[in-house]
């Protein structure tokens, strides 16, 4: 028998079966559809972090005070109190000759006031290099000028949302404003911008590193943001940080390193994972699919009984009767895969529109995996009902015993 | 052409075996016209089901143009029921959702014969039973004769050496009934060996020879 002729045989009864035909082909694209939508909704995560991280500028270090025992792991929560990170040490840090350029970052709270206006915001204290290391976009005036790391200065970057609460629509610019009991004269405003690592820009206040110390009354650094000159000197830089620090902390290897790579990576290795377990989550709708499929082949293994047994009158050995039947819940199982991907892509396609950021993206594999999964779930699932089928008696079979 | 020697098939219906065939021996020429009779339940449908290798022998041998039959195994079984045999039910077994052309093409799709010469040999079985105009009909737009008619064509499509028929009419009034009788009679006479099972006295008579049967065994 040809190949299409029993595709042929296996249409003509699937369409004999109309409603069960179109129920088992639902079941099946609904299989692969949750397949392809929380497949997508994993690479999408995944997609979506890799685009924050790199926003964050390339070549980046991230020093800690603090030394945490697995690299691109967590600072530690416990044990001795680390040596402080000061801005003497970011000023050692500058002459490295693999940073082109750092930025050290001390954050605080602090009520924040203009007129009768108060609102409690986020201090962070840094130099004139942060705006190009963490790729900051200003929307009026300038940034913090350009000076020694340790002077501090009455001057000030309003976040977009914060300029607007406190200034509605007057211009901000030249306008002093009360930060705690210091005071400080508004140089510049940020470019309305989403959320960055975690931090909502919009809402904070930039000022010089020593200024932010003064207000808080400390001397330390929250970390420091180092860009090095190229990619491929990101470990030796490692290694310069290490050293220049340790060696100013007597000895003391007390600092964390973080590369944005480590990070991204362990998101990139977590949200695959997730991806992954999403996937198999899914393919579990696709088994209770196979599971329905062969239910269906054996009802219609039963109900054609007397079909096998002419079949068998005709000529045709076992062989043959297996693969009409397995033909049939392949093309059911194929056919139900297809609908199950424009289902999954329709599906993609609307949710992003309803999410533009979030990029709704299926891997390829798991395109690939669905179809696999659904085709191979169709045959093995397939393969009881057809062999219960070749081996009816057919003498049983045309009389309808 | 077909030789049952000492044929026997036993069924057990609960405890009790009953003998379906017992002893039955047979010799059948190419060509012969055969009607077998006998009351229900006297193993009529077995005799046919075993020449047709439907059915397993429990004992006895069973030679088929020349050859032994009986121990061949199910791929050569279903091979020899596609070249060398033709059924006709007295249901008919049509399959519902194909159209009559598609039924009668059937075994020679099974068979893995070429579509194009297919076509021809289904029209020619076809135009030969004056169906041809019918050939696009499903079978519950035909009339029953219509539907043996079907049947048959499906039956002769493939040139088998011989027609089993298990009461072809017994689902037809009586002229369709007739009508049938005369059109297998028609192949027989172009040389296929015909085996005719039927309660019509008055049809069974009109074969050239006649085996009646009781109790599994053949009486003449
Ligand atoms: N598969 C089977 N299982 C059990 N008994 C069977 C089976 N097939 C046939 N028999 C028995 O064998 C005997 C012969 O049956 P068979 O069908 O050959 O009769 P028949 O002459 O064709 O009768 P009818 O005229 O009613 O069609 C009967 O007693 C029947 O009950
Ligand atoms: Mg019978």
């Not at chain 1, 600072?75 to 693999?98: C, F, K, N, W």
């Not at chain 2, 791929?75 to 033709?86: F, M, N, S, T």
């Not at chain 2, 009668?104 to 079985?125: C, F, I, K, M, S």
């Not at chain 2, 030969?128 to 004769?145: A, E, K």
Request: charged letters at 20%.
């Amino acid at each position: 028998m040809h190949i299409n002729d029993a595709i042929q045989f296996a249409f003509h009864a699937l369409q004999g079966y109309r409603s069960r035909t179109y129920l088992m082909l639902l079941a099946m694209a609904i299989g692969v559809a949750s397949v392809v939508l929380l497949t997508s909704l994993g690479e999408g995560a995944r997609l979506y972090v890799t685009q924050q991280f790199s926003s964050l500028g390339t070549n980046l270090l991230i020093v800690l005070p603090g030394r945490s025992e697995t690299t691109g792991g967590m600072p530690p929560v416990m044990g001795e109190t680390p040596r402080d990170l000061t801005l003497q040490d970011v000023q050692a840090l500058q002459r490295s000759r693999y940073v082109k350029q750092l930025a050290p970052i001390v954050v605080g709270a602090a009520p924040v006031s203009y007129q009768q206006l108060e609102r409690e915001v986020m201090i962070m204290g840094s130099t004139a290099s942060l705006f190009s290391v963490r790729q900051l976009i200003l929307s009026r005036g300038q940034f913090l000028p350009e000076q020694e790391i340790t002077r501090a200065a009455p001057v000030c970057v309003l976040g977009y949302t914060l300029n607007k609460e406190l200034f509605g629509s007057l211009s901000s610019l030249g306008k002093w404003v009360r930060v705690s009991e210091y005071r400080c004269r508004v140089i510049g405003v940020l470019e309305e911008e989403g959320v960055s690592l975690g931090m909502d820009m919009g809402e904070v206040l930039i000022m010089p590193a020593a200024s932010a110390q003064a207000l808080f009354n400390i001397n330390s650094v929250f970390r420091v943001l180092v860009e090095t000159r190229s990619q491929d000197e990101m470990e030796k830089a490692r290694q310069d940080v290490i050293e220049i620090i340790s060696a100013r902390h007597d000895g003391e290897d007390d600092i964390t390193v973080l590369s944005q790579d480590a990070l991204l990576s362990t998101f990139d290795r977590i949200l695959t994972a997730l991806t992954y377990s999403l996937g198999g989550i899914a393919a579990i709708s696709l088994l209770v699919a196979g599971i329905m499929i062969m239910n269906v082949m054996l009802v219609a293994a039963a109900q054609r009984t007397a079909e096998i047994g002419l079949l068998k009158a005709l000529g045709a050995p076992r062989k043959q009767i297996i693969i009409l039947f397995l033909t049939e819940s392949a093309c059911l199982s194929l056919l139900g895969a297809m609908l199950g991907l424009i289902f999954g892509l329709v599906g993609n396609w609307v949710l992003q529109g309803y999410f533009p950021d979030f990029p709704f993206q299926a891997p390829d594999w798991a395109l690939w995996a669905a179809v696999g999964v659904a085709l191979s779930t169709g045959i093995i699932f397939g393969l009881l009902p057809a062999r219960h089928a070749a081996n009816l008696d057919p003498v049983l079979a045309l009389s309808g015993r | 052409m077909i030789k049952l020697e000492h044929v026997a098939r036993t069924f057990k219906v609960g405890g009790e075996l009953v003998h379906g065939l017992d002893d039955v021996s047979l010799d059948i020429k190419a060509g012969d016209y055969i009607s077998i009779m006998g009351p229900s339940g006297s193993g009529k449908s077995t005799l046919l089901n075993a020449i047709g290798l439907l059915d397993k022998l429990d004992e006895g041998r069973y030679l088929l143009d020349g050859s032994d039959v009986t121990e061949l195994s199910e791929l050569e079984q279903a091979r020899v029921r596609r070249e060398k045999i033709g059924f006709v039910f007295q249901t008919f077994h049509l399959i519902p959702r194909l159209t009559a052309a598609e039924n009668v093409a059937l075994p020679l799709t099974l068979a893995g014969v070429d579509h194009d010469e297919r076509e021809q040999r289904v029209n020619e079985a076809l135009e030969s039973l004056s169906l041809s105009n019918r050939g696009h009909h499903r079978p519950d737009q035909l009339s029953g004769g219509q539907r043996q008619r079907v049947a048959i064509a499906r039956a002769v499509v493939t040139k088998p050496v011989v027609l089993l028929a298990d009461e072809p009419t017994g689902n037809l009034d009586h002229a369709s009934g007739i009508e049938v009788i005369n059109i297998l009679e028609d192949l027989n006479q172009r040389g296929i060996t015909l085996l005719l099972v039927t309660h019509d006295i008055e049809l069974g008579e009109r074969a050239h020879r006649i085996i009646h049967m009781m109790d599994g065994k053949v009486l003449s």
